[in-house]
């Protein structure tokens, strides 16, 4: 059973405009997300962060909202640029219990079209 | 600041024959991590170290599958005999280890292909 879901294997987008990741999660003890990006043979690099006690965090032009009542996440990339085409991954874990142990989903592949 | 290195990246071997790969972490970074990542998959974690001890290691198919981390440095993942399911990428990550929001560094991981 997959605590972390990303639906969408794939999502294109034209260059400057917004690009909208999706990630749900089941387990309700989840309290710290990330998102890290990946590009081919490269090992998945942090992107950013949030904690179950706010909604937004913001880094330049990555924001990632968390809605806990619907356990759901995303991230806005605004405006795309070609560079950021990779593979996105959600992962969560239960930070506050003390937990090291990310739960990974299965990873969005963004494709920016110059 | 060096990354997370791994060696070899790549390796090609034949069912039933044994393969180590090796991670060096970040400098200072004391919690070191080995990930499975099957094709289409996200990482799924095989085992923590804290230091030179194994604090989460439940995840590691222990029949076939082994790891050190001897000094509390470098780590070694082997697996003996391979198994042709287990052609995947494996992945080490350190952190520093001193809270369990501190990001984790992934290095380029090892392809494995088992014929």
């Known amino acids: 059973d997959q605590q972390v879901k990303q639906n969408s294997p794939s999502l294109s987008v034209q260059e400057g405009r917004i690009s909208i990741l999706n990630c749900d999660y089941t387990?309700?003890?989840?309290?710290?997300f990330l998102w890290y990006k990946k590009y081919p043979a490269e090992g998945p690099t942090f992107l950013i962060s949030?904690?179950?006690?706010?909604d937004k965090n913001e880094d330049g032009r990555f924001t990632v909202f968390l809605n806990k009542s619907a356990k759901h996440l995303s991230l806005h990339i605004v405006p795309s640029q070609p560079g950021d085409s990779a593979v996105y991954f959600c992962?969560?874990?239960?930070?506050?219990?003390?937990?090291?142990?990310?739960?990974f989903g299965k990873g969005t592949k963004l494709s920016v079209i110059p | 600041e060096a990354g997370v290195v791994q060696s070899p990246r790549y390796k090609i071997i034949e069912k039933k024959q044994p393969v180590a790969f090796w991670c060096n972490p970040i400098s200072g970074h004391n919690t070191l991590y080995w990930y499975l990542q099957n094709l289409g998959q996200g990482p799924e974690l095989l085992i923590r170290?804290?230091?030179?001890?194994?604090?989460?290691d439940s995840q590691l198919p222990k029949d076939r599958f082994s790891a050190e981390r001897l000094k509390g440095v470098d780590s070694t993942l082997k697996i003996q005999p391979a198994e042709l399911g287990d052609s995947a990428v494996y992945l080490c990550?350190?952190?520093?280890?001193?809270?369990?929001?501190?990001?984790?560094?992934f290095g380029p991981g090892t392809r494995l292909t088992v014929l």
């Open positions: 992962a969560a874990s239960e930070a506050g219990a003390g937990s090291y142990q990310l739960t």
């Open positions: 990550a350190s952190s520093p280890g001193l809270a369990a929001t501190d990001t984790q560094y």
């Open positions: 170290y804290e230091n030179e001890e194994a604090v989460d």
């Open positions: 387990n309700s003890m989840f309290d710290y």
């Open positions: 949030i904690s179950s006690i706010k």
